[in-house]
């Protein structure tokens, strides 16, 4: 039976413990800003970095959840590679045993002088004022410890304690007792400091402490399992190798559990800093065996957790390496990059379609990363654009960047436009039932020319041939008398059905309507583009933005039919090319 006064002694100090731990991860995280997401987020390839960086960063905000929850969030949003993740997922369990290293020896004292400290800092610091709560909540994690440490010292020689500390000390119970305590406090490292502090009361001794230890290595990825359940493939699979790392580690040592004690033994201390010993050599040994097999981890873990999805990353496949010195040269990169960007715009339309086919929440998050690759490949091309405008142009280089800035931000609208698709359509599922099949069936039978047209639009892009234009001015008319029909059986239906008729589809025809004119920009600029690029000599320069108001000679000499007058709704005028207004969000719901 346990004493009252145990628990009395052992709980107060417990919840504090938690409380600070929890509230300097978070301070030191808020203190850095972003710090710790954009140093993991520049890491090169080189797995032994990414641990070494895993391990300072866990051991700074003394929580291995935070670091991995950072590291999946990075890979969900693209900037770090699956791969990347895997070097920091290893090293941020060398970081966690930072704690138990200073329970050991004895620091748990500079608990009493850090919390006065960092509460007068945070008052009186000034400039330093940042520091004050990261210092209070580290002295009250520390000052915790002594608390349990404290509270323990007079039972330390109770033998009733004693026989329930080793009738629990069992090698399978102890491991699942290690895991489901960490993983009810979602944080090792109060379990590991408890162990020592139990270790340096003479309560548990180094056998009896590492299979705790173990299941606490276990318990700790409980939090990225829980937090990466709704993220993509490629994050799920970094939590998947957090947990297939901390279990492998188990797994590997448990055979050599005699032996490992010995060797810990060997080094020598008191038995606390034994058993913090045990905690960074386990660590150091797992680390290190993953390193070496770092190519078979990923692949284990790729078999662990299947799919197909491709990856994501928010990088330049042309520009990475920058602007070389040569001009010409620096152009024909940006281009590349330009031909890349619509790529990736086609991909987003294609994506959102997707999703109206499945209503799958997947194919939805695949939009908004193709969304957000659009828009980052935009600013960097922008950026490029900049740098050599710095430079001594001619004035035929000068009209180039024009034109390819141009190019560029009508790339990124376009693809703003792919995703207005995809959110209309998550808006239009929001019920859980899905779009009904007839609308996906309408609405790829028009989606399909505007698909033609863009693939067509990148054939050469930036340039362009006369024979695609001719290609693309042809599907133009196909396109508008689809759209012209659509809205005539749309209307019909409205006028038939009254406030029962489904009016979603007008707004699907006026995004793809509204996308197909922003192709039919792009393919002017290209025209103009090309043009200039085969006589050589500027006709544009820096202060003329290239209007697109009145389509280039010859454009759209077949007009289109317009609806009647009385079932005329707003649209995209073809021989113009300019956008009439858009309907917004709701305005089809009400048909004049």
Known sequence: MVPWELVFAIIPGLILFFYGIENFSREILAVAKGSFANLLGRLTSRPVIGALIGAVVTALVQSSAATTIIT????????????????????????????????????????????????????????????????????LVLFSLNLISTGLTPFQNDPEIIALVTEYSALPLAVLIGFL???????????????????????????????????????????TLIASARMNLYSRRAAAAHFIFNLGGVLLILPFLVPFADIVTAIGGTEAQMVANAHLIFNLIAAAVFLLFIGRFGQ???????????????????????????????????????????????????????????????DYQMVERLKSLNNYLDARIEQALRAISKRQLSDGEATEVVFLVRMSNEIERLGDLGADLGEFFRRMSGNGNGAPAVLVKKTDGVYRILDENIVGLGLLFPKILNATVAELRGRDVEL?????????????????????????????????????????????????????????????????????????AGDDLERVPDLPVEHRVPRVDVEEGSCGELPRRGDHDQVP
């Open 72 to 139: 999946i969030g990075l890979v969900n949003a693209g900037t770090l590679s699956f791969l990347q993740s895997l070097g920091i997922i290893i090293g941020s369990n060398i970081g966690t045993t930072v704690t138990a290293q200073l329970v050991a020896f004895k620091m748990t004292a500079l608990g009493q002088v850090l919390i006065p400290a960092g509460f007068l800092v945070g008052i009186f610091g000034r400039r330093y004022r940042f520091l004050g709560k990261p210092l209070f909540y580290f002295g």
């Open 181 to 223: 305590f960490t993983a009810a406090v979602q944080s090792s490292s109060v379990t590991t400091g408890l162990v020592v502090v139990l270790a340096q009361q003479g309560l548990l001794t180094l056998p009896q402490a590492i299979p705790i230890l173990l299941g606490a290595n276990i318990g700790s990825t409980t939090t």
């Open 480 to 552: 508008q008398h689809a759209i012209n029909e659509r809205y005539r059986e749309q209307l019909v239906s409205l006028k038939r059905e009254g406030a029962f008729a489904d009016s979603r589809y007008l707004e699907v025809l006026s995004i793809i309507e509204a996308a197909n004119a922003k192709v039919r920009d792009l393919r002017k600029l290209a025209e103009q583009y090309s043009r200039e690029k085969t006589a050589g000599t500027p006709s544009v320069g820096l202060d003329d933005p290239l209007s697109l108001r009145n389509p280039v």
């Open 300 to 362: 284990v873990v790729e078999r662990a957790v299947p799919g197909s999805e491709p990856e994501i990353l928010m990088r330049t496949r042309h520009l990475e390496e920058g602007i070389p010195d040569d001009t010409q040269a620096g152009f024909e990169v940006i281009r590349k990059e330009l031909r890349h960007a619509h790529e990736v715009t086609l991909d987003l339309f294609r994506a959102a379609m997707t999703y109206l086919a499945t209503s799958k929440e997947a």
